[in-house]
T-cell receptor, first 111, second 116 residues
Framework: GDSVTQMEGPVTLSEEAFLTINCTYTATGYPSLFWYVQYPGEGLQLLLKATKADDKGSNKGFEATYRKETTSFHLEKGSVQVSDSAVYFCALRNRDDKIIFGKGTRLHILP | DAGVIQSPRHEVTEMGQEVTLRCKPISGHDYLFWYRQTMMRGLELLIYFNNNVPIDDSGMPEDRFSAKMPNASFSTLKIQPSEPRDSAVYFC??????????????FGEGSRLTVL
């Protein structure tokens, strides 16, 4: 079945460091791809999205590019802040409208 | 606009008791999803509905779990009887059709269930 695999955490970085969180997917057809963020004690909220190959989603300094050839949607940010500390989830919406999440990657940013 | 509303926010119960979790989706959304989040398994899709009809319940762990959506503005997830391994945060999320938007989910704040 369709699935999402993302890098295990936790990831610990210093403030202003470069961030990459890897995400790959398995799905038939052309799923939509998403990154969600979860702050402590809250539900998930959409961070960015891409609906077709080569699309780049971006928001709050975060970016991810839909790469069909490598079935990947890696999350990047050039300079992280302490306030970016959260759990990040990669997800896909498949042709049956089923939305599947990766297991999440916890990010800690040290001041 | 009101977001997805879940209740209760916290529930502590004893093994064997019935638990009912409730969700009110965003008005106009025609998809509703129930997820369970644990440290060990991450975010698992339990069931989802389209226009109040269950589409895929393959993620429901076993017959002790059931979900209903009697109308467009209300859904329940019931566990009977509950067991300690059911302890988790249960999220409800809703979305509009992908043809209308890109189909992103809007999540409630979750119901934290503890079964003793």
């Amino acid at each position: 079945g369709d699935s999402v695999t993302q890098m295990e955490g936790p990831v610990t970085l210093s403030e202003e460091a470069f961030l990459t969180i890897n995400c790959t997917y398995t799905a038939t057809g052309y799923p939509s791809l998403f990154w969600y963020v979860q702050y402590p004690g809250e539900g998930l909220q959409l961070l960015l999205k891409a609906t077709k190959a080569d699309d780049k989603g971006s928001n709050k300094g975060f970016e991810a590019t839909y790469r069909k050839e490598t079935t990947s949607f890696h999350l990047e940010k050039g300079s992280v802040q302490v306030s970016d500390s959260a759990v990040y989830f990669c997800a896909l919406r498949n042709r049956d409208d089923k939305i599947i999440f990766g297991k999440g990657t916890r990010l800690h940013i040290l001041p | 606009d009101a977001g997805v509303i879940q209740s209760p926010r916290h529930e502590v119960t004893e093994m064997g008791q019935e638990v009912t979790l409730r969700c009110k989706p965003i008005s106009g959304h025609d998809y509703l999803f129930w997820y369970r989040q644990t440290m060990m398994r991450g975010l698992e899709l339990l069931i989802y509905f389209n226009n109040n009809v269950p589409i895929d319940d393959s993620g429901m762990p076993e017959d002790r779990f059931s979900a209903k959506m009697p109308n467009a503005s209300f859904s329940t997830l019931k566990i009977q009887p509950s067991e300690p391994r059911d302890s988790a945060v249960y999220f409800c999320a809703s979305s509009s059709s992908p043809g209308v938007t890109t189909g992103e989910l809007f999540f409630g704040e979750g119901s934290r269930l503890t079964v003793l």
